[in-house]
């Protein structure tokens, strides 16, 4: 069974940073595009960072220059690192993928809490 796990969410001053994994498990052959979204509560689910099988990168515009998504191939492994935290950063962050499973599927993590606040 493939499965996309998140961890290293949790509760954080403003200004302060947390890193996030996203570990991929299973029968995978291959790995293409992954990244983070997150929900808030009352909105729309949006694109914070995605990473593609070649390691370019896009962030929504709100975290550029504060949030890093990384990728460890042999590990299946993504990472967000995210600094200088602010309190509407507080969202459900999910981990998205493309996955090579006989073909290519879309899977999709179960969310960690991350809350920004004094």
């Known amino acids: 069974q493939v499965q996309l796990v998140e961890s290293g969410g949790g509760l954080v001053q403003p200004g302060g940073s947390l890193r996030l994994s996203c570990a991929a498990s299973?029968?995978?052959?291959?790995?293409?595009?992954m990244g983070w979204y997150r929900q808030a509560p009352g909105k729309q689910r949006e694109l914070v960072a995605r990473i593609t099988g070649d390691g370019s990168t896009n962030y929504a515009d709100s975290v550029k220059g504060r949030f890093t998504i990384s990728r460890d191939g042999a590990r299946k492994t993504i990472y967000l690192q995210m600094n200088s935290l602010k309190p509407e950063d507080t969202a459900v962050y999910y981990c998205?993928?493309?996955?090579?499973?006989?073909?290519?599927?879309?899977?999709w993590g179960q969310g960690t809490q991350v809350t920004v606040s004094s």
């Open positions: 998205n993928a493309d996955l090579y499973v006989s073909t290519w599927y879309n899977y």
């Open positions: 299973g029968n995978i052959s291959g790995l293409g595009a």
